[in-house]
């Protein structure tokens, strides 16, 4: 079964900063995009960040500028820079898939804790 698993969420205070990896585990897939989501406890699950398979990137208007969302193609493997973090930021991080065909995001992660203190 595909399967994401995210890396690299921890602790951190505001202003700093932190890097998700995302990597499948099991059978691959084909997508057309990549993707990161975030949810804080109460909260809907929101869009952060996208990436095409040529390149195209998308930011949420509240991430811009200090979020950057890109993959390494030779690892197979998703990141999310994240600098000048704060704490509205403190969210369950998703790594999420697109496959091809499909027009939403489907392929999903367990999540990873990103909690950034004042």
């Known amino acids: 079964q595909v399967q994401l698993v995210e890396s690299g969420g921890g602790l951190v205070q505001a202003g700093g900063s932190l890097r998700l990896s995302c990597a499948p585990s099991?059978?691959?897939?084909?997508?057309?995009?990549m993707g990161w989501y975030r949810q804080a406890p109460g909260n809907k699950r929101e869009l952060v960040a996208t990436i095409t398979t040529g390149g195209i990137t998308n930011y949420a208007d509240s991430v811009k500028g200090r979020f950057t969302i890109s993959r390494d193609n030779a690892k197979n493997t998703l990141y999310l820079q994240m600098n000048s973090l704060k704490p509205e930021d403190t969210a369950v991080y998703y790594c999420?898939?697109?496959?091809?065909?499909?027009?939403?995001?489907?392929?999903w992660g367990q999540g990873t804790q990103v909690t950034v203190s004042s």
């Open positions: 099991g059978r691959l897939f084909s997508s057309d995009a």
């Open positions: 999420a898939g697109r496959r091809v065909g499909v027009r939403s995001f489907d392929v």
